[in-house]
T-cell receptor, first 111, second 116 residues
């Protein structure tokens, strides 16, 4: 089955700096790669996703890149703000309603 | 459009009891997936339902079961509760086009289950 590894487990950045989280996956059949942000006491919130036919996608300060050959995908947050502090999860899946999640990255943005 | 709703939000049970959790998907979404979230194991897939049928199942014991109704609402049941079942149970709904899941899963706030 699919296995997703996520690094780092914690990430501290100064406000205004960039944050990068990296994930690798094992199942070459996976074709959908979402990123979720989870704040304390809430469910995961979808922030950006990418499909296997695309190498990069950007939405304001957030971007995701995908290297399907190497089975790597990354989340980039630029100009970080205190409200970006949360746990971020990567996931891999396909058109079958099941996502395999990474272990999560605790991001702390200090003013 | 209203998001995914889950009830109850919090639940306390004792070992050996059973529990039923409920999930109402986003209007128009017919696929519902359930996940268990714990500090040690992270987010783990339990099962997925579409059109009242279980399509996918994760690696959980038979004590964990679910069902989906004709209005796409879903319930999951855990029987003979164990201490290790304490977790946040999350439900997510997805949109389908011609029976093909579009991938995006939208999560509810979860039900926090504590087993004493």
């Amino acid at each position: 089955g699919e296995n997703v590894e996520q690094h780092p487990s914690t990430l501290s950045v100064q406000e205004g700096d960039s944050a990068v989280i990296k994930c690798t996956y094992s199942d070459s059949a996976s074709n959908y790669f979402p990123w979720y942000k989870q704040e304390l006491g809430k469910g995961p919130q979808l922030i950006i996703d990418i499909r296997s036919n695309v190498g990069e996608k950007k939405d304001q300060r957030i971007a995701v890149t995908l290297n399907k050959t190497a089975k790597h995908f990354s989340l980039h947050i630029t100009e970080t703000q205190p409200e970006d502090s949360a746990v971020y999860f990567c996931a891999a899946g396909g058109s079958w309603g099941k996502l395999q999640f990474g272990a999560g990255t605790q991001v702390v943005v200090t003013p | 459009k209203a998001g995914v709703t889950q009830t109850p939000r919090y639940l306390i049970k004792t070992r050996g009891q059973q529990v039923t959790l409920s999930c109402s998907p986003i209007s128009g979404h017919r696929s519902v997936s359930w996940y268990q979230q714990t500090p040690g194991q992270g987010l783990q897939f339990l099962f997925e339902y579409f059109s009242e049928t279980q399509r996918n199942k994760g690696n959980f014991p038979g004590r964990f079961s679910g069902r989906q109704f004709s209005n796409s609402r879903s319930e999951m049941n855990v029987s003979t509760l164990e201490l290790g079942d304490s977790a946040l149970y999350l439900c997510a709904s997805s949109f389908e086009v011609q029976g093909r899941n579009q991938g995006e899963q939208f999560f509810g706030p979860g039900t926090r289950l504590t087993v004493l």
